[in-house]
């Protein structure tokens, strides 16, 4: 699963095979259910600036905004008044996946692992092979948004859409499997994420 740059855009998908569960954990409290929770709480902000950036390819698509305008609108939107302009039609969207993936890859997975249980470490390996095909669509929409900066094409238009349309369908997916299944290991094991 490591090389991913020269799999087709349709390919790159988290929804192949069967994903592994967690077995219930002991002496899990409603406590640790509602610590654990806080991973979708971040989830929900995390898919609200999809959900934005999505409302703004339609807005290029039916012609209320050109290409040139997009990625003005996102870096004053409500949402990133506070940022630096990042020059990509994902920016800070692209930014946060990052950083959020990152906290779990070297401080959260780590601590999980420690455990030593073993449905919880398959869950954790499946979740790192999934942040690798977030990061390759997150990689293919910066790169796709500066194509239809530089050229404002139909092509490259239906290619950014694509690449969006994929990342949303991945991104979806991994976070409901990935707070299925580790909401009480997260409540239990790492409480203060």
Do not use: W
Not at 81 to 97: A, P, S
Not at 133 to 158: C, G, I, K, P, Y
Not at 173 to 191: I, M, N, W
């Amino acid at each position: 699963m490591a090389q991913m740059n020269d799999k087709a855009l349709e390919e790159l998908t988290v929804d192949y095979g069967e994903r592994p569960s967690m077995e219930p954990l002991e002496g899990v409290t409603d406590e640790h259910r509602r610590a654990g929770s806080h991973l979708a709480a971040i989830h929900r902000m995390h898919l609200r600036d999809v959900y934005y950036i999505g409302k703004l390819l339609e807005q290029v698509k039916d012609g209320s905004i050109n290409p040139s305008n997009l990625l003005q609108r996102v870096a004053s939107a409500s949402l990133t008044e506070n940022m630096r302009t990042f020059g990509t039609l994902c920016g800070r969207e692209c930014q946060v996946l990052n950083f959020h993936h990152n906290a779990e890859e070297n401080s959260i997975f780590p601590q999980l692992e420690q455990q030593q249980i073993e449905s919880l470490n398959l869950v954790v390996a499946r979740l790192k092979e999934e942040h690798i095909v977030v990061h390759e669509l997150l990689d293919r929409l910066q790169e796709a948004s500066h194509r239809l900066v530089s050229e404002q094409s139909e092509t490259n238009f239906s290619y950014a859409e694509a690449v969006f349309k994929q990342l949303t369908a991945v991104v979806k997916s991994h976070f409901g499997y990935e707070e299925t299944e580790l909401r009480d290991a997260l409540g239990k094991f790492v409480p203060f994420m």
